[in-house]
């Protein structure tokens, strides 16, 4: 009997830690990589890798997924690339949680924000949930061709807390940040592997109207931070701006 499922012999392995590639085999036992090296046992599938790259994949941590990934299995052109992971939801821009009458408004921030047409997300997006914890649930109806890991989008959580005043960049009231501060914890307490917020004065709707996260004021962004800490998981990423507009107001 074999002592390894699968065997990679003699291919030129990157693994990702820094070191020099080297040519190496690569064994595979109940889905683990075991033995790295000269390998001298056998396995029930062999695949000789002589003159090819192996490597353990790639993550892609900047990508707008959000929408296909909950009508497409195969997340192209990602995986035409050999990226194994990607991560969605950044910039701060994504389609949950919401509530049915700001559906449109998120497609049309996305379509100007990552010019993803916003043709192709009302056809696709099934609008299934509501809140992220849903909206998760929803992406794990269907297997995938890559993992993927989402954060939680400040201007989904904005809106879907201050409706329109998230749009015209009122600040929050302290009960309004209290909120997105829970929702934001229950998404990453769901899985959400962390949160984007955008302040980045590129980031438009198609109709030319600046991110509902673009003036959020310190006291927002702290109490959000605050609850995602108090999870002892996740993280929080930023789109910055190095220009300051006129209109910003002052943040409290
Ligand atoms: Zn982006």
Same mark, same amino acid.
């Given at each position: 009997m074999s002592e390894?499922? !699968?065997? *990679?012999?003699?291919? /030129?392995? *990157?693994?990702g830690t820094g070191e020099p590639r080297r040519t190496a085999d690569v064994a595979v036992r109940d889905g683990t990589v075991v033995e790295v090296g000269k390998v001298s046992g056998t396995a029930t599938q062999e695949i000789d890798a002589d003159g090819a790259i192996v490597a353990p994949g790639f993550v892609d941590v900047h990508t707008h997924y959000d929408g296909q990934a /909950?009508?497409?299995?195969?997340?192209?052109? #990602? #995986?035409?690339?050999?990226?194994? /992971?990607?991560?969605?939801?950044?910039?701060?821009?994504?389609?949950?949680? *919401?509530?049915? $009458?700001?559906? #449109?408004? !998120? *497609? $049309?921030?996305?379509?100007?924000?990552?010019?993803?047409p916003g043709v192709a997300l009302t056809e696709g997006l099934p609008w299934t949930w509501q809140s992220f914890p849903e909206y998760l649930d929803a992406l794990e109806t269907s297997a995938h061709d890559l993992d993927f890991a989402a954060q939680v989008p400040h201007a989904a959580l904005r809106v879907r807390v201050m409706g329109e005043r998230a749009a015209a960049h009122t600040l929050a009231t302290e009960e309004e940040s209290q909120l997105? @501060?829970? !929702?934001?914890?229950? @998404?990453?307490?769901?899985? @959400?592997?962390g949160f984007s917020t955008s302040r980045t004065l590129n980031h438009k709707s198609i109709s030319g109207e600046l991110t509902p996260s673009y003036a959020a004021g310190r006291d927002e962004l702290v109490t959000i931070s605050r609850a995602i800490g108090a999870t002892g998981k996740g993280c929080c990423s930023w789109s910055p701006t190095g220009t300051t507009s006129p209109s910003r107001p002052t943040s409290t």
């Amino acid at each position: 009997m074999s002592e390894f499922d !699968l065997i *990679v012999r003699g291919g /030129t392995v *990157v693994d990702g830690t820094g070191e020099p590639r080297r040519t190496a085999d690569v064994a595979v036992r109940d889905g683990t990589v075991v033995e790295v090296g000269k390998v001298s046992g056998t396995a029930t599938q062999e695949i000789d890798a002589d003159g090819a790259i192996v490597a353990p994949g790639f993550v892609d941590v900047h990508t707008h997924y959000d929408g296909q990934a /909950t009508w497409d299995n195969y997340l192209q052109p #990602s #995986s035409w690339h050999g990226i194994t /992971t990607v991560v969605m939801g950044n910039c701060g821009v994504g389609f949950a949680p *919401v509530v049915p $009458e700001d559906r #449109s408004r !998120l *497609v $049309e921030l996305m379509e100007g924000v990552e010019d993803i047409p916003g043709v192709a997300l009302t056809e696709g997006l099934p609008w299934t949930w509501q809140s992220f914890p849903e909206y998760l649930d929803a992406l794990e109806t269907s297997a995938h061709d890559l993992d993927f890991a989402a954060q939680v989008p400040h201007a989904a959580l904005r809106v879907r807390v201050m409706g329109e005043r998230a749009a015209a960049h009122t600040l929050a009231t302290e009960e309004e940040s209290q909120l997105m @501060a829970k !929702l934001a914890a229950e @998404a990453i307490e769901a899985g @959400a592997v962390g949160f984007s917020t955008s302040r980045t004065l590129n980031h438009k709707s198609i109709s030319g109207e600046l991110t509902p996260s673009y003036a959020a004021g310190r006291d927002e962004l702290v109490t959000i931070s605050r609850a995602i800490g108090a999870t002892g998981k996740g993280c929080c990423s930023w789109s910055p701006t190095g220009t300051t507009s006129p209109s910003r107001p002052t943040s409290t």
